[in-house]
């Protein structure tokens, strides 16, 4: 494939065992793919996406990129530091009202110099095109980055991300059956889903869903959908993908987006106090709790390996301080 990209961050990633969890769970091999660690201002899974999307920004000869997303959006904070390092300006369109102390992801974006508009119960993109008019009315080059940098663009990132798992694969001659993650935008499920028929992986997705509503009256299937249907035909990838290969578990958010459950609070603690490694509470410790309970149940054949793929998101754990304080 074109990787045609600038560095934003450290790859690969590591893989690694786990191997307290592995012991805890004597059924199975738990392995962890550590985008945690991608570096770009605190890292995760969106700068492998904003490697392809920046470099598009550049080549379409853009001063200013407009993105859009939750108030602790990990992508926009990722956005504002990809801009800052390569020169852009940055404006985020950031859901709720500007509160009187920034916090988490919030207080990181601001300190990388984004402009920051507040957009209330907006948080998925639909001002874009309003702020996009005016700040081209004042003589800027706008590259819009669409909620959460999922398109065929972005996503791009995880199908290599697919060649990168394969050769640390082959490196240790072993092979992973199940690959669990956060979806919640679907860039990440398209790619490694577009990937994963690229490089012909052989492991199955369980993408664990986070948020339980749609983008602009779409479902998330749709999204990941069309994505990949984009990448197959871009990329020329013979092995088509089916509508119906496109399943996302939507077994752990009924809670709802950002809002912390006793899941998500169990699964920080396991991984945590087992492993030495953060979970975030919106994302991450979200699916990490959903392969916990593959596993406790059994859900798995046993002797299967299976991956987490951490996508990061540990600035937002300090938001959650009362309710993860262990003092209460
Ligand atoms: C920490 C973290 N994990 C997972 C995801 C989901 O990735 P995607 O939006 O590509 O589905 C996000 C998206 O914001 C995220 O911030």
Known sequence: MNKNKIDLGFFPTPFQKLETLSKLYPDYGIYIKRDDNTGLASGGNKTRKLEFLIQQALEEGCDTVITAGAQQSNHCRQTAAACAKMGLQCHLLLGGDQPDTYDGNLLLSSLLGAAIHFTGKNRKGEDIKL????????????FIIPYGGSNS???????HAVEELKQQLAEKAMTIDYIFFASSSGGMQAGLTAGKALYDLNAELIPISIDKDETNGVSLEEVVFGI?????????????TDSSEIILNRDYDSAGYGVLTANERYAIDELAKNEGILLDPVYTGRAFYGMLDFLKNKKLPAQSNVLFWHTGGLPAVFTFANELSNTL
């Open 131 to 142: 702020l996009k008019e005016k700040l081209e009315r004042q003589g800027n080059k706008c």
């Open 228 to 240: 990949v249907q984009e990448l197959t035909s871009k990329l020329n990838i013979s092995k088509k």
């Open 153 to 159: 663009i972005g996503a791009l990132g995880f199908v």
